[in-house]
């Protein structure tokens, strides 16, 4: 039987979604490569396959619900009908909960949550009619704990993808279709390069494992989380944190 799939995965530009898409890749998966960044997403598509079959760029705002349903029936149509979804793309603003204005507020939500919603309910229909799908959310310690360097709006968000992990997962698991969440916490990308030197040494001296995490880590347990072999693990969270977060 052929187990490659088409998967989608969101905000693949950089950081962990390029991991994701890279790894889902390596394992044979045809993957549709979905950014705000062009650019980005185009130039990883390439580093991935430079002939565009197996590996692809489309341009989405996944604040946008018009968009989200031209997009995700291009792909469908244009590279084959996606079986996995990678809920990634977030803004990630620190800020003080004091200082935060509504538009900051509303877009945080918008991007972090209202998108994965949004693709979820457009590509998630397929997965069910055909019997099998994968969902994967990119939560945050942040959603679970609030946030160590991250916003209210940042962590709000991600306690939201959390609990609609869960709605999605009970709407569809009688189809063969799981969803989960993955809750990473300080794993090195382009969001951590930004911070100050001190702060990332302070981060680093407080996760018990001693350092950041990798985003080819937190790839391979949302690759896993893809497989073909974990169908009666859904509506789960699993963290990813270097254990600064034991439950
Ligand atoms: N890096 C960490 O320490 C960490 C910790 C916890 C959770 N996470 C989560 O993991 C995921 C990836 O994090 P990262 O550090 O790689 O982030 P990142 O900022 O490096 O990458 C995010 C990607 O999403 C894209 N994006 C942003 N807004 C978008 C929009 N409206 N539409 C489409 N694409 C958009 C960006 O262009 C970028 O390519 C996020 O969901 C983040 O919240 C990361």
């Not at 039987?1 to 995965?9: E, G, I, N, P, Q």
């Not at 989405?60 to 084959?80: I, K, N, Q, Y």
């Not at 969001?191 to 001190?198: F, K, S, Y």
Request: hydrophobic fraction near 45%; charge should be neutral; glycine fraction near 10%.
């Amino acid at each position: 039987m052929d187990t490659r799939r088409t998967a989608v995965v969101t905000g693949a530009g950089r950081g962990i979604g390029a991991a994701v898409a890279a790894r889902l890749h390596g394992l044979g998966h045809r993957v549709a490569l979905l950014d705000l960044d062009a650019d980005s997403a185009a130039a990883r598509a390439r580093e991935l396959d430079g002939s565009g079959a197996t590996a692809a760029a489309f341009t989405l705002d996944v604040r946008d619900p018009e968009a989200v349903r031209t997009v995700a029936a291009r792909v469908s149509r244009e590279f084959g009908v996606p079986e996995i979804l990678v809920n990634n793309a977030a803004r990630t603003r620190s800020r003080s909960v004091w200082d935060i204005d509504v538009a900051e507020w509303d877009d945080v939500l918008a991007t972090n949550l209202r998108g994965g919603f949004l693709l979820t309910r457009e590509l998630a229909p397929a997965m069910r009619d055909r019997g099998w799908g994968r969902v994967v959310n990119l939560a945050s310690l942040a959603g679970q704990q609030g946030g160590l360097v991250a916003g209210a709006h940042y962590a709000s968000s991600k306690a939201g993808v959390l609990v609609l992990t869960k709605v999605f997962a009970k709407e569809l698991a009688a189809s063969g279709v799981t969803v989960n969440a993955v809750a990473p916490a300080a794993t090195r990308t382009p969001v951590t390069d930004e911070l100050p030197a001190e702060q990332l040494a302070a981060a680093e001296a407080a996760i018990p494992v001693g350092r950041l995490g990798r985003a080819e880590e937190v790839a391979d347990l949302v690759a896993y989380l893809c497989g073909e072999n974990t169908g009666y693990i859904t509506g789960a969270t699993f963290d990813i944190n270097g254990g600064l977060f034991m439950r």
